[in-house]
């Protein structure tokens, strides 16, 4: 069953939504892309301020105790802005992997820390073209990483990383310290989501889950994770469409607003189809945290995410002719973070199959 | 357990009663006409037992229950294929509106308990050749005569007619005012001397669908449903009734359930192919589609349960899933490759691909076509102009045929 937003819930949405669009502007995120290693930090510390990184953690800790729902509202609006820190998501991850798997000292250590903000968390599970390989490429030994994780969003700014283990003969989930780690940055088409490998040499860890249970357990952080970027994406995917909207109604052609040619119409109208399944699912699956569907659904929410920022970034774009593919309008930033959401938490691929894998009763 | 959760209990075992009786096995292999005499024995029963007109006012022989009653029993009668699309119509739409805009209160007493009950069909004769998605463009008349009507012309598409002893009707009352404005609503018997009713072979084989003709059909004026020229605005309220009520995220097709079952049993290049990346796909996109359809159901089932009105994101029901519903039914025949060419033009759309796909086009037709939706969520929900219109403010007898 979804749920119905209470008024606190509104109240969040709405009030974060005022705070991004006060603080967060194209014109300082156009830079941001032509440097490798920067972010918005206004954007990171509004959140700290805003209390948005102690939002779903316990109390015990430093945290708010809500839960996915308002983080997910939050991440929204921080998709409409385009707000350029990956710590919402990797941040939140890791301390949700600490706050479920870890003992009450690494919850002690690391939770309020990540709670404030002033920890920075990044998770890394992926192993090149594979969001949670079956055989890892960093190994465990006598509590030390070796090997490298790549692609790691917010990489080159965390401070810790819960990482996806090839231990002695079966997986397992550490926490790693990244103080001394090789830090290889990526120059990507995204740059403020601040990409890199880590390479790992002799790294101290810390475990939380060993064996077959550390899959399920990075599984499961990983779809907390999906569902938080799934209502970036909607978000992003919310706001081309009515910047589609917008021009649509504004801007004229043989002697009418183009809004009025059903081909651009139409695709508007196709668009907030895939907005509101989007949200739809958004909504259900921060719902089912906790549950036993919680992965179908993060799963569920993810794809349909997915296709719904990629379309309203590539018509919107189409929609606005020549103007759309100009640097300074800016809508090329919805159209790479479009596709930098799409591969961080696990491509459509990957979903697609654990979905299937759970229709199907064979999840691992 | 909520009272909607005990509600759903208690239909659910009346319902799994009624199968012996009225389910599809029960009724395999009857002419339409028998399978029809049955379906007025359900429908009584229905009456009998408390789910007919389930959220309509008592006052009408209704059970004066919410939307979230009426969608309950729905989504549990669809289980079965119980044969109640004969009245889907008829309950659906003219007996709502007959219900708002007729004047005669015991006519419409008597007619809504013989419809509740399965005794009496009406039937909906709004489309015509020249026009169905521009409804206002019909050119079916009525004339002034005497203290009555006089209807000529004819209508299409009509759902049941056949079988329908009344129907609602819109017709062009003037034609010298923009199309809009020259319309009048009435109700007709069906079975007045000038009604002649032409069955029409559809895709699928069936002929539920007829063209209309009236000749020189006499009604008085007490079947007047609307001002005399205020037909429009009563047709359009026709059309918003019982808005989410094609609230069927398979898009009345097979349950996706089934096709994992196909893609499970059928081998692909040697492995079965539910292993291909391609089904795989296929399945996961249909599986996110119709999970938003339903938590977006699901949430207006709850705002109208807490007294609020709905979203407009309701509209997108009938556009995606039967869309959705034709690709994946030609990927199941796809999928039986040259074991997928039988068909059995008795075999449900609910469970049958073969059925599903060549039924699946009238799903993309009948109640408004794909782009007419298109043009209500651009024009209504997201403020884009309306299209280019000719005939606007343009007396309907001077508009070029
Ligand atoms: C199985 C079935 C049952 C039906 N039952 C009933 C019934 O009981 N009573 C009744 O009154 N009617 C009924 N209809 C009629 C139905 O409402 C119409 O068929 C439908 O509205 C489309 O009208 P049309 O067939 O005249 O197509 P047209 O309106 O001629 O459309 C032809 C094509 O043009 C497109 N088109 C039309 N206008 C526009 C536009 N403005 N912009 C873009 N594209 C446009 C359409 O989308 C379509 O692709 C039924 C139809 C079917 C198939």
Known sequence: ?364 | MSDLDAYRTKAAAWLESMVPTYGKEARKGLSVEEDLAIARQYQRAKFDAGYAGINWPTEYGGQGLGHLEKVTFDGEEMKHGFPSFYFGISLGMPIPVLMQFGSDKEFVKERVLKALKGEEIWCQLFSEPSGGSDLAGLRTKAEADGNGWRINGQKIWTSWAQYSDYGVIVVRTDPNVPKHKGLTYFWVDMKAPGVTVRPIKLVGGDSHVNEVFFDDVKISDDHRMSPVGGGFAVAIATLMIERYVATDSAGFGPHLDLFVDLAKDTELNGKPAIEDGRIRQQIARNYAMRSGLQSITARAMAMMQAGMVPGPEGSLNKLVAVRSRQKLSELAIDLQGSGGFAYDDHASQKENWTSSWINAPTGRIAGGSDETLLNTIAEKILGLPQDHRPDKGVPFNQIPA
């Not at chain 1, 509004?46 to 708010?64: H, V």
Request: glycine share 10%; hydrophobic share 45%.
């Open chain 1, 1 to 364: 069953m979804s749920i119905l937003y209470d008024e606190g819930q509104q109240a969040i949405a709405t009030e974060s939504r005022r705070v991004l669009e006060a603080r967060v502007n194209k014109d300082e995120l156009l830079p941001l892309l032509e440097v490798t290693g920067k972010y918005h930090d206004g954007f990171w510390n509004t959140a700290k301020e805003q209390g948005w990184t102690a939002l779903a953690l316990p109390e015990a800790y430093g945290g708010l105790d809500l839960g996915l729902v308002e983080l997910g509202l939050i991440a929204h609006q921080a998709g409409r802005s385009l707000s350029g820190a990956p710590f919402l998501t990797g941040s939140f991850g890791a301390a949700k992997a600490i706050e479920l798997y870890g003992s009450d000292e690494q919850k002690a250590k690391y939770l309020p820390g990540l709670a404030s903000g002033e920890t920075i968390g990044a998770v890394a599970f992926a192993s090149g073209s594979n969001a949670l390989p079956t055989l890892p490429s960093v190994t465990l030994t006598d509590n030390r990483l070796d090997g490298t994780s790549t692609g790691v969003a917010g990489g080159l700014a965390a401070d810790i990383a819960v990482v996806y283990a090839n231990g002695p003969g079966m997986p397992v989930l550490v926490v790693a310290d990244l103080t001394n780690v090789a830090r290889n940055a990526i120059d990507s088409f995204d740059n403020s989501r601040l990409y890199a490998d880590l390479g790992f040499a002799g790294t101290p860890a810390e475990t939380l889950v060993v064996g077959g249970a550390a899959r399920d357990a990075a599984l499961h952080v990983l779809a907390l994770q999906a569902v938080i970027t799934a209502h970036e994406q909607t978000g992003g995917a919310e706001a081309m469409m009515e910047i589609a909207r917008d021009y649509a109604v504004t801007r004229r052609a043989f002697g009418q607003v183009i809004g009025a040619f059903q081909s651009i119409k139409h695709r508007i109208a196709e668009l907030y189809g895939f907005v509101e399944l989007a949200r739809a699912n958004c909504i259900h699956a921060a719902s089912r945290e906790g549950q036993a569907d919680f992965v179908t659904a993060a799963a569920a929410a993810r794809i349909s995410a997915t296709e719904a920022y990629d379309s309203a970034s590539r018509d919107c774009v189409q929609i606005h002719g020549g103007m759309g593919v100009t640097w300074e309008l800016g809508l090329h930033l919805h159209t790479r973070r479009a596709r930098s959401l799409a591969i961080e938490q696990g491509n459509l691929l990957f979903w697609e199959d654990v979905l299937v894998d759970r229709l199907t009763g064979e999840a691992a």
